[in-house]
Every structure is written in structure tokens, then in C-alpha cells.
């Protein structure tokens, strides 16, 4: 079992920063993609950010290419997103998901999640 903890979201006004974190336990996380993933309110939850522990694969949705940084800290076992230039768009749920493997974009494919927080985007 691997557990997700979420922190770092609130409430900021468009072009803000907030850095969201996710701290992982239970298994040695070495061979694991990690990924945020976001849901607004009706829609479905989309793909944001994922690369895995080891480095070498990282991949971003377009629509935060150049906004977002998505990075870890092995020794902490977290991992973090860096979310620079915010828009109202970007409000929604962020949650953090863990994957055994590659990267992959469909929320489907990851086993592990966490609890989520909330991030709101004012104009």
C-alpha cells in the first residue's frame, strides 16, 4: 500500500503562485510514477503533471506547460507542483496519484490516491 498526503493548496488571485506537496509512505517508491491530477466542479478529473522517481520521465498537459514544475524530494519522500501564473481556470481539486511503472496521463491507471485539496483561482 502506498499513502498520499496533500497540502499546499488555497486560495490566490490570477497570476499567484501556490506550491502544492505530497508526501508518500508505505513502500520503497523507487520504481513508481507519481501524478497530480485536478477536477473542477462537473468535470471530469484531468491530467496535470507526472514523472517518476527515478529521473529520466516527466510529462505535463499543455494547458500548464511553462506554468508548472512538478518535482520531488527523495529524501522526504514528496513530491511537489510548483504552480506559477494562475488562472481561474486552474481552479479545482488537486490530488496527488501514485502508478507501479511509466507515466502514464489516464487517472485510470494509477492505483493510489490521496485526498486531495482545493485550490481556487480569483480574477
Known amino acids: 500500500q502506498v499513502q498520499l498526503a496533500e497540502s499546499g493548496g488555497g486560495s490566490v488571485q490570477a497570476g499567484g503562485s501556490l506550491r502544492l506537496s505530497c508526501a508518500a509512505s508505505?513502500?520503497?517508491?523507487?520504481?513508481?510514477?507519481m501524478g497530480w491530477f485536478r477536477q473542477a466542479p462537473g468535470k471530469e478529473r484531468e491530467f496535470v503533471a507526472a514523472?517518476?522517481?527515478?529521473?529520466?520521465?516527466?510529462r505535463y498537459a499543455d494547458s500548464v506547460k511553462g506554468r508548472f514544475t512538478i518535482s520531488t524530494d527523495n529524501a522526504k519522500n514528496t513530491v511537489y507542483l510548483q504552480m506559477n501564473n494562475l488562472k481561474p481556470e486552474d481552479t479545482a481539486v488537486y490530488y496527488c496519484?501514485?502508478?507501479?511503472?511509466?507515466?502514464?496521463?489516464?487517472?485510470?491507471?494509477?492505483?493510489?490516491w490521496g485526498q486531495g485539496t482545493q485550490v481556487t483561482v480569483s480574477s
Open positions: 496519484a501514485a502508478r507501479f511503472g511509466i507515466v502514464l496521463t489516464s487517472s485510470y491507471s494509477y492505483e493510489y
Open positions: 508505505g513502500r520503497t517508491l523507487s520504481s513508481y510514477a
Open positions: 514523472l517518476t522517481w527515478k529521473p529520466g520521465s516527466t
